[in-house]
């Protein structure tokens, strides 16, 4: 069986009194109509067709052209909308499942016994989901006959007062023989409203003494279309607390739950430690094994094995394993820490690689750099890498030693093994193994300065305390 999907989306969303179309309003960290489309492709979709409106333009941008769109010109109805998508779907498909972009909580697992339940029944031509619900929600309403089978749904602005108290609701999302439904949807007359109701479709089937099953969906959440800013909150908290779920369920220790705040694209190892008041946003992977948070914001990173981030924000980052940030470390694009590599309270690094086991503890900015394995970064030290026209590279080979408050004036060369004194500011390039001082540095090579150090020298070298940079 070929499946085709219709997604509906074509509807103003007036009611989240925004300037981006309601579908694109975000749910965990994609936007709502993403979840839906995610889901559709999980069931098995051969072709799925988008129904937007003429102002829908960004939606396509947005969501891209894996699927199919189809511009409904005037918002005639949910019938009208489904019809707008025969041309594109009519000769690829055999079955065709509609829902709307606006229930992002839908799960595959509901979808998939919509479509199982319709491919079990012989000629099936209408199988949809209903709910149960004191609260009608304004939902349509399914009417049935005496031998309880379903002959028609009327809209509650329709409904008499005996039909309002009908507590089975039309979910919307349904699965249609093809044939029969692009032959009958030209039928739908006109509602009072001016509307086509797609619903009328069930009525018609059954008088023609066609089957249309109902398969009930047990949890209403999953049906309730997001309309208003607070359907949206609340359809975000579910979500949530799905994801948290989820990692619970592979070995993530979650501190908790409810302040733990990770989008849907968010994967992380076992063993790992989320505590209160993190965000895990966008592409993010954690390794197995991390302490990350309290307070942590952590965007489109890759974070590795063993790793510690407390109280600090990473963007676009690559820490390998067992790097410590934080506390009040912010980590940015480009930023990548190897093993064992340290970046303590106020450290900042951004489109700079820092080697094995370097160690910057406090008050540092690391831009556009490259540094070697073992440095040590003392207290405030800062790449001064741009001169207010571009940006230049700084590079410290392996084991250099860079004391505090030190400036590095980009573009600069730092050899292996070198010293840099506390306050200097270094404006030329410091070959390998020598010490370079003062303002602007002078450098003196190794050979002098294991000679006669001066005192100095020595007193401008001294960095903050060894343990306390590793601490
Ligand atoms: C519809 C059903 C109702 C069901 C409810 C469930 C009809 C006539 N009624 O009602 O039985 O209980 O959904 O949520 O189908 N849309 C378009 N183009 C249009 C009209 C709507 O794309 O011309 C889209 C909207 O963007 C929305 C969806 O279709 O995502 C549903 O439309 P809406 O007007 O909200 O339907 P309801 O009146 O709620
Ligand atoms: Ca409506």
Known sequence: MRLGVIVLAAGEGKRMKSQKPKVLHPVAGLPMIRH??????????????????????????????????????QQL?????????????ERRTDEVMVLYGDMPLLTVETLQGLVQRHRQVREATITMLTV???????????????????????????????????TELN?????????????????????????YYLTDLVGMAASEGRSVEAVGVEDVTQVQGINTRAHLARAEAIMRRRICGRLLNRGVTLIDPNTT??????????????????????????????????????????????????????????????????????LRKGAHLAKGVHVGNFGEVKNSRLGPGTKMGHFSYIGDATIGRDVNIGAGTVTCNYDGVRKNPTTLGDDVFVGSGTMLVAPVEVGARAVIGAGSVVTRDVPPGSVAYGVPARIRLKSESEAEPDEGAQAEMASTDKDDVNA
């Open 171 to 195: 979910c919307g999302v349904y699965c249609f023989e093809a044939d029969w439904l692009w032959s009958h949807l030209s039928r739908i007359p006109m509602s009072p409203s001016g509307e």
């Open 77 to 89: 109805g949910t019938g009208h909308a489904v019809s707008q998508a025969r041309g594109v779907l």
């Open 36 to 73: 839906v489309l995610n889901t559709v492709a999980d069931v098995g979709a051969m072709a799925v067709a988008v129904v937007i409106s003429s102002t829908g333009n960004e939606v396509r941008e947005v969501i891209g052209e894996d699927v199919l769109y189809v511009v409904q010109e």
């Open 261 to 330: 705040y990770a989008d849907m694209t968010v994967e992380v190892g076992p063993d790992t430690v989320i505590r209160p008041n993190t965000c895990l946003w966008g592409n993010t992977r954690i390794g197995r094994g991390c302490i990350i948070g309290p307070n942590a914001i952590i965007r489109d990173a890759v974070i590795g094995d063993g790793c510690r981030v407390m109280a600090s924000v990473v963007e676009e980052a690559f820490l390998e394993d067992e790097v410590s940030v934080g506390p009040f470390g912010h």
């Open 132 to 166: 149960s619900s004191e609260d009608s929600m304004n939902f349509g309403r399914i009417l049935r006959d005496r031998r309880g089978r379903v002959v028609g749904i009327v809209e509650e602005a329709d409904a008499t007062e005996k039909q309002r108290r009908i």
